[in-house]
């Protein structure tokens, strides 16, 4: 069975920073994109980082850029967000996502498998 855990959201004031980290079982997602969505009370799910299957590429919302860092381990079926510098407007909950293509997409929609969130909440 596959299974996308998430772990390191919590409670931080702005400007402050948080490593969010998923670690992927049941099979190998190497091949696969993966990335990052949230989705705030309220609000639909959005992207916020995604990363190609070997690492080189990855996108960023524009809300985010320059703040947040995506990375992977494919040795250890892991993804990572680096979030520095944050806002109130981060506060969501943050899921990561996995995609059965090597070509990565902003659609939510378009990823199969999703991990059950972790809280994130930024004081101002």
């Known amino acids: 069975q596959v299974q996308l855990g998430e772990s390191g959201g919590g409670l931080v004031q702005t400007g402050g920073s948080l490593r969010l980290s998923c670690a992927a079982s049941g099979r190998t997602f190497s091949n696969f994109a993966m990335g990052w969505f949230r989705q705030a009370p309220g609000k639909e799910r959005e992207f916020v980082a995604v990363?190609?299957?070997?690492?080189?590429?990855?996108y960023y919302a524009d809300s985010v850029k320059g703040r947040f860092t995506i990375s992977r381990d494919n040795a250890k079926n892991t993804v990572v967000l680096q979030m520095n510098n944050l806002k109130a407007e981060d506060t969501a909950v943050y899921y990561c996502?996995?995609?059965?293509?090597?070509?990565?997409?902003?659609?939510?929609?378009?990823?199969?498998?999703w991990g059950q969130g972790t809280q994130v909440t930024v004081s101002s």
């Open positions: 990363i190609t299957w070997t690492g080189g590429t990855t």
């Open positions: 996502a996995v995609r059965l293509s090597t070509v990565v997409s902003v659609t939510p929609q378009r990823y199969a498998y």
